[in-house]
Every structure is written in structure tokens, then in C-alpha cells.
């Protein structure tokens, strides 16, 4: 590792976005999915599925008074990993094991906005949940409804499959947002009181255990960030170095022994600094990486961040969608193998790109290198854009490259690709972690070091920091065009990203190119002007990807294009693209020269060559897919 | 229905197959599969998974003793579908709840075999399973190894997920073949006497049961063939007009109002005669259809023989991969949606082509339609073949049109597709069905009526009938010559079936067609030489079937080729045939010019034309694949 290298991520306070593209997204979080998720967790939304979030909390709050005034509360099953009215007791726990996390996120989502938007109609909703969490915690600082409320005597034994530790993670960092944004303690105070539980039990030289579904390593270290508290960045470290040592501790909870082929699902199979490839688990991967990442810089850890980078490579070279989606396979929402990307049967899930872009920032404080941002670009302008509907009130959980409607209702391969975006899940993990995404997207855009400041992301935003104040005005997802005024306060370098699909850009000023970024020497204020040429581009994906063999996708900028039935009719895999597809941009649409293989319906027939009428294809942007009701979608079209 | 038209198979005992292709496949069955099932059968097979076959009609002979001296036997649960050695008390019944089944299956394969090849050894193994068979009969009749041993109780509560009317139904039609054979009652009895006591509980005017997987239907009507029972026959028809129709049957079983749509799986959901298309589970739906036709024979019911056309056109031209595998998903082992075929992640069990096979061969008797016949010589040379390992010791029960040996292990979506054939497995129902059709394809071969004798496959035999004694002597697999030696004893209309692969033939004799066959009209004894032209073709798939969009399939007479690993090398789908492939036939191989795309690992890149080098390409029959270790395999290939 190369300390001079290292940077840290400019923070909400120090950065103010006004963009054209992003403003308005983020804006819809503000007023439209915060609120909506305010309801969706009170079970409020008419003909949404039931989240059961602060229902649990009210009823673990119950069981807490009744233990306070020495009662003795029921005891319910906790034995599986959701629980509905129809299997659970109505007094007893419902919905997901962790359930818990989505007021959490939210909270998260909350104290982002009020960093730029104070509203203290919001900030005391958040107050109300947060005086409803604080009251569902146990004296010792214990804070998880399914336990709580159904089985106080099993804390903590089945971390492998229970989300307490998760639950907590997403605690802490909700607790974290909203002091930072309000200065209000007592989320932060409950957080604290738990990690201080969570120390006691599984801290240095404790209990060996490690959570299953991993958060808490990130949040334990973000807590140490906060309190300079030595003892929560060793616990973080304790469950990123014991993973997959031997014996499991998965093992031991079960009592039993296995080969601990089944934690690969976990990335407990074998130690961190072994992992080379990314498995199992996509979410808990990229969350587990991230927390890695983390910890590699703050004990400047070689060996940790050596891991971390084959991962990485694994991820970027072999096991991700054009589209920036990751875990190919819906069998354990899991990475698959190498290369193995089908399109219509991705699973792709939206936390997983979320996971994705955390760990690519956390890469690129580390070390100079655009790639990082490059894959976080690819995976925020496609797949985290495209999950939310323009309204902020539907959401893909999954998302394919692929999608025939009736394959989805009757091939039960094809059952969790959903056509169009869904109201709210049960299982609500994405909509509440892309308002939080979407809300701290600040933290995403510059690092800097002492004599660096990188900008990773091109959104137009005003940025206060020791070494300039910057406003950046971007018309990047358009026609390429930035300018970036530099009011300096002391000379420094500003590193520019030059992304990974330009091949030729104009800048103002003169710069040196390395590791992918321009580095520009600033010794007075300026601007400069940085104009990337956006080119329409096919694309073509390695031909070990089965699926996609004598096919190409189109992109321009940053933005992965698709086809859809509603432009260009049913049968989409009957369309060819053209050698010279003579692309035409025209109001966000791509035109193309294609053509379209006549219909047979004979299924088997002495082979003749195809006959083709001439078309012309149209391209939407992938983010926009899905939105004119059900219909063929595909990324790749054959050449 | 024009009753003219119709007509009977010819019964083994007026056939004897001597062919230079097929005598060899029958003989394996006999010597080698038949001895390796009996062994199967009693858990002696090392490395195999166990039947428990034999042991669980031990431990019901054991109870229905317990009975006759007055005991109480002892009760377990009968809730699963499968009793491992894990879940089950070690005097309880173990394994899969149809496991009777396979020891009818194999004592119908030996009845066959014993009507060609008497064998006295074979026959008194035989006879020692029927006597522990019929030592588990319940005084009423009753037999079923899982609920006698477990609980007889709760006898015919669960007809929807149980198999006690589908064991019947193999128990019957193991008894009829044995009996014919043999002439050796005490099975054919013993099935009686069960068939009794179903057609009193469910027979006309009775309980308005049937069976959640068919099979009964056709063996209540080879019982009433064999005895003249109206009863057998009627409650056969009680079971098939009675399906589907509501209020449903399984739904007053269970308790419950249901929809019916998950009925779908056992063809349920609505009533026969209204089914137009293949739905379900596979094996059951062609079982079911099967009878269906063999009804709508007897009865001349057009109606139901209108559906019987319709669930045909629909698999046929729809639902059938090239190589006559059915039931397109391993949800359910179900046919999928229309045109819904895909390579790798195909199902196509092998015991629902031995359906299909049987379902054509009822149709071909109601109607002269060389259709069927073609349809069922597509599967039976190409899937049934290349389910049985040559030497009769592995069995494919899943038979993909594209293999890759990363994918079954690394892919849970891919976890069913074996890329070489199984030992022996615990749900075992291909291997014996296997022998069962391989040691009476004598049945399959030709059809009569009064006046027209129909060869429907070309396979070196001879038969005698009353119209004349026949030698065919068949090279039809390798140069397409048949001859065919007539000693006439009465005139009347020889009817060849002209192969649907086959665009030019040479007959010696004066022909007509109609329907896809070559009417003779035979007046004095001859010999008839056959000529079929046997081309290497290329073969198209509807461009509605996306997984074969720009591919092409090479098939020579009745065979589909597909080309291996082991004579191309790895990544199969980088492969393009010539568009003037020069298909050159040589030992059983077809040879064809190609080119190769180069390898390129870099995931994503601009797109560049692809960069191929001049190969040649080698085929294999489809049958034969799979035989030289795990490799790569693909029936289809690009063009």
C-alpha cells in the first residue's frame, strides 16, 4: 500500500449538490420516497405488502415495560426467517428477520436530508421512531424485535442465519446520520449502548463469533470514527479477521461439522485475507468487501487490501453486468461463476450495486486508480437509477438485462424478474438503501488528500474544503460539457477522472495523465472547462459470456442503452443491429439502422437462410426501462 | 373419428425384432440392465443410492402379517414425499413414495423379455419378488408399501401428492405382461383383486376421486383387455372425465377452495375435454393423454379425441425439442410455455419421452397420420437412446441440448443437468422404464386393420399376422435400405411410413400416398426394396424458440448429431458452421466446415467485428454424447 496515496471521501457538510440530472432525483427521495416510506412502515400504503417494522418495535416495546415492571413475557418460535400472520402468533414478531433495518435506513435517508434541508416536521417524525426504538431496547442495550419479542433466552445463538448483528449495523449508521444532522443523541446513545453489548460479547479475546449477513463491521468502525473509541474499531476488525477461520463458528452455534462449503454463501468459507474470488451472497458480499476495504486503509493492512483487490478484479473483470448489476444467479441472490452472466435470468439485485459503489469508494481512498469510479459510475447510472420509478413510489429489487412478460408469469426460472417496478416488498431492503444512496450521494463525488483533491463524479455541486471553494457545473449525461470554478484558498492538484468510455476529452488547462485521472496544478483560482466527447458506442462483452455471443449493447456517456417493445414492437431478439448502425441521438432516444428476421413459426424446418425487412431501432436509456407497463426489454441485440 | 381408420399395435407375441442396429440395444436390457435392476432394486449396486424397493415390501409383509395374528402394527407419519434414513424410523417405510413402482416396472421388462427368451432363472427371481409382492396385499386388496407400513389409517386421503393409484396402475400392467408371458397368475390376480377394490371406492356412482399422477387409467384398461370387466374399464373412464372438474376433488381432499391453477401440474385444473394444450407435470401429461386416446378408441368419443389433437399439435409443434424431449423446466418437471425451449437449462426427462412414445403410438391407432409415428421415432432415437449408458449401467434422467460441466456444479439453476449419465438413482423411475420399452419396442413397430398392415418404424423384424408373414431386414440407421419379404396369406394394403426427414425415397413396388404413408396394395408374395435418401441435414428451429435464434441443428435420418468437447475442443458456442458446411458422413461422424471465434476474456470493449480462424467440425449422434467423461456438448450451433 502506498500511504501517500490515501484520501478520504469530502462529507455532506462540505459538499452541496445542483445538478440537472441528479437535483431532481434526489429531490424525489426528499418529497416522495421518504414520506412514502414513512407510511410503508406503518403499514399505511393501501395494497403495498405489510412491513410489520413499527408494529414490531410497538410490540417489543410491550415486552420491554412488561420485563421493567417484572412481568414475564410469551415466549414464540424463532426459528425461521420471516414469519407471516399465517405462521406467527399475532402477539408474536412478523415479517423478515430483519425487518428492524428498514426504519434504520430510513432514519439514515432522513439525517442525509436534513444536512442540506432542514424540516422539522421530518425530524420529528424521525424523533417519533426514534423515541419508539429507544423504548423496544432492553437494559443491557440489546436491540432486536424478533428477539425481544419472541424469545429473550436465544439472543445471539444463530448468527449465521439471524440479522442482529445486521440489524445493529444499520442502527448505528442511521444513529450516526441523524446526529450528525441534528446534534440529537439518543439514537446515537442507543446505538453506542448496543455496540458497547456487542464488545462485552464478541469483542477482543470474547466470544468468537462474526455476524452472518455482515454491516456491523462498517457501521462498528463509522461509531469509532464518531466516539474515537478504540474498542469498536477492534470489534469491527475481530469479525472481518475471524471469518472463516476453523473451526466455522457457524459450525460451532450448530453444533455440528461441516466442510464450510455452505458459508461460502456467507464469505465464511475460508479466512478474508485467503478470499480471492467473489461468492456466494451478493449483498453481504460487497457489504463484507466494503468494511475490508475500510480496515485494510485504517491499519494499513496489505495483506487485507491485497484481497480486497482480487476480489475487486473478480468483480470487475469477470462477474459484472454491463449494467453495473452484481450476483448473476437468484439462487442465493449469489455471485455466480466467471463469466456467467445470463441476461433474462440475472438477478442483479439493486442493494448489491449499492454495496458496490461503497466498495469501490473505499478502493479508490486507498489508491489512485479511475477504475474504481469507473465501476461505481456503470452500476449508479444503470442499474441503482434505473431500480426507482420517476415517482419514487415503485422499485426493482432485481434487474435483468432481459425481460419477455410471459416468461415471467409462467417459467418459474423467471418468477423474481419482475416486468415492471413493484410497489413496496415485504422484503423492503432496496427502496430504504436507495434513499439513503440517494441522499448521501454527496459522500460519492470528490476524495481528496493533503495535496489532492479527486474528483471521482461529475455532478454539479458547490464543495467547501481547506483548499478551495468549487462550484461545478455539469452537463455530463448530456453533452459531456463541465466547468469547474476553483476559488483557492491554497495551491493544491485537482485530479479529474477521465472515465473509462471517453476516448477523447478537451481540457482548459494543462494537466498530466495518471492512473486515470488529469491532475491539474491549481496555483490561483480559475476555470477550467472539460468537454468529453459523447459518442454513441457499441459495445461488445467478452464472448466467454455464453449469453451474449454475436451480440453488442450501446452506450453513450455513462449511460447503458436498452430496446423495448413499446419503440420497437414484440420479438426483440428478432432485431439485428447493423454493422454501420449510422447512430443518431435524438432527445435522450438512440436511432439505429437494423433489421428485423421475418417470423417462422414452423418449429422445425429444413434450414434457409433468415429473410430480413429493413428497420430502424430505437434505444432508450436502461434507467428508463419499465415504465410505459409490461414489455420486452433487452440490453444486448445481435449483430 | 372415422372408425375406418382405426387400428390395433401388433402384440409381441407376432413380432421378433432381429435388427443390426437394435437387437444389440435389446439384448443389454435383458442381459445387463435387467440383472443390474434386480440388484438395484434389493440396494446390492455399491456406490448407488438405495431403493429400499424391495426392503419396504419386506417390512409390509411383515405388517400384514402382524395383522392376520392380531397384532397392531405401528404407525409414522406419512406427510413427505421422500423418507430418507435421516427423517424416517428405521422400521418405517423408506424412500420415495412410488418406489413400488420400480419393481413393477422391472417385473413388466422381464415378462417381455421372458416371451422372446425363456429363461427360467430370470423367471423364478421374478417369481420370488411376486410372492414377497403379494405377501404385502392387505386382505381387501389394498397395496401400497408406504401406508401399509406406515399407516394404514389414512389409506387414499392424499390421491393429489400420493402414489398408491399410480403403483396400481404398474402393478397392474407389470401383472399383465408377466401373466402373457409367463402364464403364471398369482401377480395378474393379486392386481386384480387391488383393481377390485379401487373400482369399488372409486368406480362409477363412487368416490369422485383420481389419481394426482396417471398411469391407473391406462392399466384399468389393459385389465379390462385381459378380463372383458366392464368395470375396469369404466372406472378408468370415472378417473379421466372426472379430472379437473370442480368443485376439485383435491381441494375437498385437502380441506380447501383453491383456484385450481396449481393443478396445472397433475392436468386438473379444468376438465379433460376442455385441455387444449400440454400442461403440467410431463411424465403425468403424456401418461394421462395417453389414456385419453386409448379412451376416446374405445368409446369413439370425438370429443375427447379432440382434445387428445389439440394437446398434441400443441406439444408437437410447440413444446418438443428436436430431440423428442418434453417438459422444457424443471419447475415441476413441467412443459413450459409455448416455444419456451432452452438448451441448457432443459429438463426433457427421459420417462416423459417414453410417454410421449406411447401417447403416439394410441393416437397413430385412431388415425392414419404419419405424424405421430415421427414424432415418436424423434424420441426414441434420439433421447430414450441416449438416456441408457451403451453398456446398460448409467442412465440420463434429464437430457439437456447443451451441457457445460462448470455450470451444473457451480449453477443451482443448472444443478439437474448431469453431464454423464447416473448409476442408479433413489428416484429411479427412468432406468426401469427404460428396460420396460426397450424389451417391448416389438409393440411400437406396426399397426393393422382389417385391411392395411402399417410399418410406423423401420426395424428388422418378423411378423406374423393374418394377412402374412413378414421379414424385414433394415439397414435404415446407416444407408436407409430396407427390404421387406412378404409371404401374403390373404391381399391387403402394406403401409410404409415415409419418414418426415426424408425428401426423396425409392420404392420397387407401385405406391400411393395418403397421409404420409405408402400404400401398397399386395396381391402375391413379394419383396419390397426401400430406399430412403439419408442426407446430413441442417435443421432450423422457429426463430420464436430464443435460446436457437442464428443456430442450426444437423440431423441425419432419424438422428439428431450434436457436437462434443472431446472431438472440438472447449467453448462450444464460439463455433460457426459454414453456410456451405460440406457435411461429409464418415464412420457414424458427420465432418463439416467451420470457423472458430477467437477467444476474447476483456469483459467489456468497444466492439470490434469478431476474429474467427477455419476449423472443422465434428457431430456425434445425440445419443452417443456423454460417453467419454464430462465435457462440453451442444446440440445446436451458430451459423
Not at 443 to 450: A, K, L, R, S
Amino acid at each position: 500500500m502506498n500511504k501517500s496515496e490515501f484520501s478520504s471521501h469530502l462529507k455532506m457538510n462540505n459538499v452541496k449538490i445542483n445538478d440537472a440530472f441528479w437535483s431532481g432525483i434526489i429531490e424525489t427521495v426528499r418529497k416522495s420516497v421518504i414520506p412514502y416510506q414513512y407510511l410503508a412502515l406503518q403499514d399505511k400504503i393501501e395494497g403495498a405488502e405489510k412491513s410489520y417494522c413499527i408494529e414490531n418495535f410497538k410490540k417489543a416495546a410491550a415486552v420491554c415495560e412488561k420485563i421493567k415492571s417484572g412481568g414475564r413475557p410469551e415466549v414464540y418460535p424463532v426459528d425461521k426467517w420471516h414469519y407471516d400472520e399465517s405462521n406467527a402468533d399475532k402477539n408474536a414478531f412478523h415479517g423478515w428477520v430483519f425487518q428492524d433495518s428498514d426504519v434504520y435506513k430510513w432514519i439514515e435517508a432522513v439525517g442525509y436530508t436534513l444536512m442540506h434541508h432542514p424540516d422539522s416536521e421530518l425530524e420529528n417524525k424521525a424523533k417519533g421512531f426514534i423515541k419508539l426504538i429507544c423504548s423496544a431496547q432492553l437494559e443491557n442495550g440489546y436491540l432486536d424485535t424478533l428477539y425481544i419479542i419472541n424469545d429473550r433466552s436465544k439472543i445471539f445463538t444463530n448468527l449465521k442465519d439471524h440479522h442482529e448483528l445486521y440489524c445493529f449495523g444499520h442502527l448505528a449508521l442511521g444513529a450516526v446520520s441523524f446526529y450528525r444532522a441534528t446534534g440529537d443523541r439518543k439514537l446515537f446513545d442507543a446505538a453506542c449502548r448496543f455496540a458497547d453489548l456487542i464488545c462485552d460479547i464478541f469483542g477482543k479475546d470474547k466470544t468468537e463469533g462474526y455476524p452472518g449477513h455482515e454491516i456491523a463491521e462498517t457501521a462498528l468502525i463509522r461509531l469509532y470514527e464518531e466516539t474515537g473509541l478504540e474498542k469498536y474499531l477492534e470489534t469491527a476488525k475481530c469479525f472481518i479477521d475471524r471469518r472463516g477461520e476453523k473451526p466455522y463458528y457457524f459450525d460451532k452455534e450448530r453444533g455440528v461439522t461441516t466442510s464450510g462449503e455452505d458459508y461460502r454463501y456467507n464469505q465464511a468459507h475460508i479466512p478474508v485475507r485467503e478470499q480471492k474470488e467473489a461468492v456466494g451472497h451478493a449483498v453481504r458480499g460487497v457489504y463484507l468487501y466494503s468494511a475490508m476495504a475500510d480496515a485494510a486503509k485504517i491499519y494499513c493492512d496489505d495483506e487485507l487490501f491485497s484481497a480486497c483487490k482480487s476480489i475487486w478484479k473478480n468483480i470487475a473483470e469477470r462477474k459484472i453486468y454491463i449494467t453495473g448489476g452484481i450476483g448473476a444467479t437468484v439462487h442465493g441472490e449469489a455471485f455466480s461463476f466467471d463469466y456467467d452472466l445470463p441476461n433474462d435470468l440475472a438477478y442483479a439485485e439493486t442493494c448489491a450495486s449499492i454495496g458496490l459503489v461503497s466498495f469501490a469508494r473505499e478502493m479508490s481512498k486507498i489508491e489512485i486508480n479511475s477504475d474504481y469510479a469507473d465501476v461505481a459510475e456503470r452500476a449508479l447510472y444503470n442499474t441503482i437509477l434505473s431500480a426507482m420509478a420517476p415517482d419514487g413510489k415503485s422499485f426493482f429489487y432485481v434487474n435483468p438485462l432481459e425481460v419477455l412478460p410471459v416468461a415471467s408469469k409462467s417459467d418459474a426460472r423467471k418468477a423474481h424478474i419482475k416486468p415492471v417496478r413493484q410497489k413496496w416488498f415485504g422484503c423492503a431492503c432496496c427502496p430504504p438503501n436507495l434513499a439513503r444512496l440517494f441522499s448521501s450521494l454527496e459522500e460519492y463525488i470528490f476524495t481528496e488528500n493533503d495535496n489532492t483533491l479527486f474528483i471521482n463524479q461529475y455532478i454539479g455541486a458547490q464543495v467547501n474544503c481547506d483548499k478551495a471553494d468549487i462550484t461545478i457545473t455539469s452537463d455530463y449525461t448530456n453533452s459531456g460539457k463541465i466547468s469547474v470554478f476553483v476559488d483557492m484558498k491554497t495551491p493544491f492538484k485537482l485530479a479529474l477522472r477521465i472515465p473509462g468510455w471517453c476516448d477523447h476529452f478537451k481540457l482548459s488547462e494543462s494537466y498530466e495523465i495518471r492512473n486515470g485521472y488529469a491532475f491539474i496544478t491549481i496555483c490561483k483560482s480559475t476555470e477550467i472547462d472539460i468537454q468529453f466527447e459523447m459518442k454513441t458506442k457499441l459495445i461488445k462483452c467478452s464472448n466467454r459470456v455464453r449469453a451474449n455471443i454475436g451480440k453488442a449493447a450501446v452506450m453513450r456517456g455513462p449511460f447503458v442503452y436498452c430496446v423495448e417493445e413499446a419503440d420497437n414492437g414484440k420479438n426483440l431478439h428478432l432485431l439485428r443491429l447493423d454493422k454501420e448502425p449510422d447512430f443518431r441521438f435524438d432527445n435522450g432516444m438512440i436511432f439505429a439502422k437494423g433489421i428485423r428476421e421475418r417470423e417462422d413459426d414452423r418449429l422445425y424446418a429444413e434450414y434457409t437462410a433468415p429473410e430480413y425487412e429493413k428497420c430502424v431501432i430505437k434505444f432508450i436509456p436502461y434507467y428508463k426501462w419499465g415504465n410505459r407497463g409490461e414489455n420486452e426489454m433487452s440490453v444486448y441485440i445481435r449483430m
